[in-house]
């Protein structure tokens, strides 16, 4: 089945992986409306495609993503593929965490997709097709060290695919996370920094450092992830359900 002009909505879509995934599915003439927290970068990426809208939403509040799924729904029709990008990270010592330090991250990377795709559930049900798509990470198949809250709520993310896929697979819907290693985005330049700032070792070192896992040496670009997303939104994927894909150079 093409994605032609189906409602798709991506969370966390004002830059980076969300923005190529926005990007990517627009020019595949679906409907695309991106959330986040930023009306700026929002704005910015819409204004890229005349196919993609935007909304600020909170995806770690139920009644919030219920308000703008409402809403949206007067736009471009019933929601039927919502990919769960909306995410954050930390990285600090175990005995130096705080609970505060973990719900955050729950809250979130778990909560928001939770959220994100349970608001939808109904339209997909109604047309007896649907794709969920959650933007996990390699911290959800393998442990990394300083990053046990972060790991554990990817974990958490995928532990939820593998059971809704189950749960809905007779129903036309697929729930499918993708797991990519460190991405070129926003959000690993701020790591870099911190590490920098941290450890007193140049960007170029900060860098090697983390993708040292990487049997490929490098960081994940954005379209490689928006092209899996796209495979798994398109026709002859329907098979695809309950998988956790990794996009780690054969990290894992």
């Known amino acids: 089945m093409s994605i032609k002009n189906k409602h798709a909505v991506v969370t966390g879509g004002g830059s980076g992986v969300g923005e190529a995934i926005a990007l990517k599915l627009a020019e595949n003439s679906a409907f695309v409306t991106i959330l986040g927290r930023r009306d700026k ?12 809208n935007w909304r600020v939403c909170d995806v770690s509040n139920s009644e919030e993503v219920e308000h703008c799924y409402n809403n949206i729904r007067t736009e471009f029709g019933n929601i039927n593929i919502v990919i769960a990008n909306a995410g954050i990270a930390s990285s600090k010592p175990f005995h130096k965490m705080s609970v505060q330090d973990i719900t955050s991250l729950i809250d979130v990377n778990l909560i928001g997709v939770f959220n994100s795709f349970q608001h939808a559930l109904t339209d997909m049900k109604s047309d007896k097709w649907g794709r969920m798509i959650s933007i996990a990470s390699t911290a959800g198949l393998k442990g990394y060290s300083y990053v046990s809250a972060y790991s554990a709520s990817k974990h958490a993310v995928i532990g939820l695919t593998k059971s809704l896929a189950l749960e809905l697979a007779n129903k036309g819907i697929t729930v499918n996370s993708i797991c990519p290693s460190y991405v070129d985005t926003p959000m690993t330049d701020r790591t870099i920094k911190n590490i920098t700032e941290i450890t007193n070792i140049s960007e170029e070192d900060a860098i090697s450092e983390l993708v040292k896992s990487n049997p490929q040496k490098r960081l994940i670009k954005p379209i490689e992830i ?14 695809i359900n309950g998988q956790n894909i990794p996009i780690s150079g054969g990290e894992i």
Do not use: P, R, T, Y
């Not at 970068?41 to 993609?52: G, P």
């Open 41 to 52: 970068f929002l704005k910015q990426v819409a204004e890229k495609h005349k196919n993609i």
């Open 226 to 239: 928006a092209e899996v997303v796209s495979w798994l939104c398109g026709q002859n994927s329907d098979s």
